[in-house]
Nanobody, 122 residues
């Protein structure tokens, strides 16, 4: 089993910053792509940013220049530095990872964290 745990969400004012973390643990052999998604009330979940194991990154247009995704492969951890936050960034942010697992039933599986709330007030 693999667990993803997000942290770092909170309530901030527009223009401020937050840093989200996602820590993976459990029966991990390797982690391929990782990503941050978000879901605002009444909206579909959307991909915010992704990062490969080689640290190649991709961002949705609305966060380019403001958000930075990074990861520490040695610690199975991913981060999202969010600067110049806007009210429209308000959402629950989810961590996602493609994990190659060890042990019984080993293979590549897709895992999600429980989400962390980010609220940006105007």
């Amino acid at each position: 089993q693999v667990q993803l745990v997000e942290s770092g969400g909170g309530l901030v004012q527009a223009g401020e910053s937050l840093r989200l973390s996602c820590a993976a643990s459990g029966s991990i052999f390797n982690i391929n792509d990782m990503a941050w998604y978000r879901q605002a009330p009444g909206k579909q979940r959307e991909l915010v940013a992704s990062i490969t194991s080689e640290h190649h990154t991709n961002y949705v247009d609305s966060v380019k220049g403001r958000f930075t995704i990074s990861r520490d492969n040695a610690k199975d951890t991913m981060f999202l530095q969010m600067n110049s936050l806007k009210p429209e960034d308000t959402a629950v942010y989810y961590c996602n990872a493609e994990v190659i697992t060890t042990g019984w039933g080993n293979g590549q599986y897709d895992y999600w964290g429980q989400g962390t709330q980010v609220t940006v007030s105007s």
